[in-house]
């Protein structure tokens, strides 16, 4: 099994700055990519930002260039550092991992994992 432990998050102002850590630990062989997701009461969850093996990111058009997504990938750790935030971006954030099993008979398995969340409360 593979657990993810998610910290940062908080109530904040209109404009104020947040950042979101994330690591993973447990029976992990590879990991892909980590990233966070937001969901908001009544919405459905939605991708913020992810960081591939290798470097590459991509993030939600509503970040805006407001987030930033960092991290190592071979150290299982993911940030998200989230600046000019508005209370659209209430929510609770998860952290997502696609990670690779240990290898074992000549096969890895590739499973989904998620934290359990952090919630982000923007208002005055």
């Known amino acids: 099994q593979v657990q993810l432990a998610e910290s940062g998050g908080g109530l904040v102002q209109p404009g104020g700055s947040l950042r979101l850590s994330c690591a993973a630990s447990?029976?992990?062989?590879?990991?892909?990519?980590m990233g966070w997701y937001r969901q908001a009461p009544g919405k459905e969850r939605e991708l913020v930002a992810k960081?591939?093996?290798?470097?590459?990111?991509n993030y939600a058009d509503f970040t805006k260039g407001r987030f930033t997504i960092s991290g190592d990938i071979a150290q299982h750790t993911v940030y998200l550092h989230m600046s000019d935030l508005i209370p659209e971006d209430t929510g609770t954030y998860l952290c997502?991992?696609?990670?690779?099993?240990?290898?074992?008979?000549?096969?890895?398995?590739?499973?989904?994992?998620w934290g359990q969340g952090t919630q982000v409360t923007v208002s005055s």
């Open positions: 997502h991992a696609h990670v690779g099993s240990p290898v074992q008979y000549g096969r890895v398995t590739w499973k989904d994992y």
């Open positions: 447990g029976d992990i062989g590879s990991v892909y990519a």
């Open positions: 960081l591939v093996d290798g470097g590459s990111t």
